[in-house]
């Protein structure tokens, strides 16, 4: 296992990607396109294509303030029929999300509900509104759409796993696990799918194996970016048994690798145990 994106001081600071503080755009490219934008929108204040992709920008860059009022604008002109009625529903779903990020769950559904109506096939749309139903406790309604996932995709992980949410919040956790399994069967090489997992199994306070569901995807060889790292090191500063237990495990299955006892020396290192930390270092 390679220690692919590891920035373990930082996290166990207390650093996370977001905290390091927004660059802004500086992309020379990007802020071309932003006057394009711009002097498109003095020309026409009501250029929904405009606000759009402007929107967009400061969305992908977690502007979320601009973001907002450009998509809010934008849907006042966006046609909901016709050629552009694809330009209406990508508004309603980033507005949705933002609303989303910025706990208005309310909103965000009701904006989905339209994108929904326009695109009643959209997978993105079904699986937004699906967990923000479940956010909002619609528990029956976003089984119903995380199942409507699955006639759209057999294989689709992300059905499964808000299947087992909601059998969670349910205390069906016979079924959860179930959900659970046939997750993980579809795609075992996708380190992403053990970290959904983990968070399935810590809802259940089954803390140990989402700690090994942890460990599994930092494991795998799927060059895909995902949270593992993160996470493990957030279960170290909540759960320390479990994680140090985990991670324990892990060595002695595979006492080559040097990742395990490099993670559980700063894990111990984080909490003061130094003598622990120090002999894990050494090893």
């Given amino acids: 296992m390679k220690f692919r994106y590891i920035l373990p001081m930082l996290l166990l600071a207390g650093a996370t990607p977001s905290s390091f503080g927004q660059?802004?755009?500086?992309?020379?490219?990007?802020h071309a396109a932003m006057r394009t934008y711009n002097?498109?929108?003095?020309?026409?204040?009501?250029?929904?294509?405009?606000?759009?992709?402007?929107?967009?920008?400061?969305?992908?860059?977690?502007?979320?303030?601009?973001?907002?009022e450009d998509f809010t604008e934008g849907l006042k002109y966006a046609p909901a029929k016709g050629d552009d009625e694809a330009t209406r529903m990508q508004?309603?779903?980033?507005?949705?999300?933002?609303?989303?990020?910025?706990?208005?769950?309310?909103?965000a559904l009701a904006d989905l509900a339209e994108a929904?109506?326009?695109?009643?096939?959209?997978?993105?749309?079904?699986?937004?509104k699906a967990n923000t139903e479940y956010v909002l406790g619609q528990y029956a309604e976003a089984e119903a759409d995380y199942k409507r996932l699955r006639s759209l995709n057999p294989r689709s992980v992300e059905s499964l796993i808000g299947q087992a949410r909601v059998a969670v919040k349910r205390n069906n956790?016979?079924?959860?696990?179930?959900?659970?399994?046939?997750?993980?069967?579809?795609?075992?090489?996708?380190?992403?799918?053990?970290?959904?997992?983990?968070a399935v199994r810590k809802m259940m306070g089954d803390h140990n194996g989402a700690v090994d569901d942890l460990i599994l995807a930092l494991s795998t060889n799927?060059?895909?970016?995902?949270n593992a790292l993160e996470e493990l090191v957030d279960y170290g500063k909540t759960n320390y048994a479990a994680t140090i237990s985990g991670l324990t495990n892990a060595m002695q299955a595979a006492p080559s690798n040097?990742?395990?006892?490099?993670?559980r020396?700063?894990?111990?290192?984080?909490?003061?145990?130094?003598?622990?930390?120090?002999?894990?270092?050494r090893h």
């Fill in 116 to 128: 929904y109506a326009l695109a009643p096939d959209s997978y993105a749309v079904i699986y937004q």
């Fill in 265 to 281: 020396a700063m894990i111990a290192q984080s909490h003061f145990n130094f003598t622990a930390a120090l002999k894990d270092y």
């Fill in 91 to 107: 508004l309603l779903l980033l507005r949705a999300d933002i609303y989303n990020q910025t706990k208005r769950p309310e909103q």
């Fill in 39 to 68: 002097e498109e929108l003095r020309e026409n204040p009501q250029n929904y294509h405009a606000l759009f992709n402007r929107g967009n920008v400061y969305y992908q860059h977690d502007d979320y303030v601009r973001a907002l």
């Fill in 23 to 30: 660059q802004g755009i500086t992309n020379p490219v990007t």
């Fill in 258 to 263: 040097g990742m395990y006892p490099y993670l």
């Fill in 173 to 198: 956790l016979g079924i959860a696990n179930e959900l659970l399994a046939q997750a993980v069967a579809i795609d075992p090489n996708n380190g992403d799918t053990f970290v959904r997992r983990a």
């Fill in 222 to 226: 799927d060059p895909r970016p995902n």
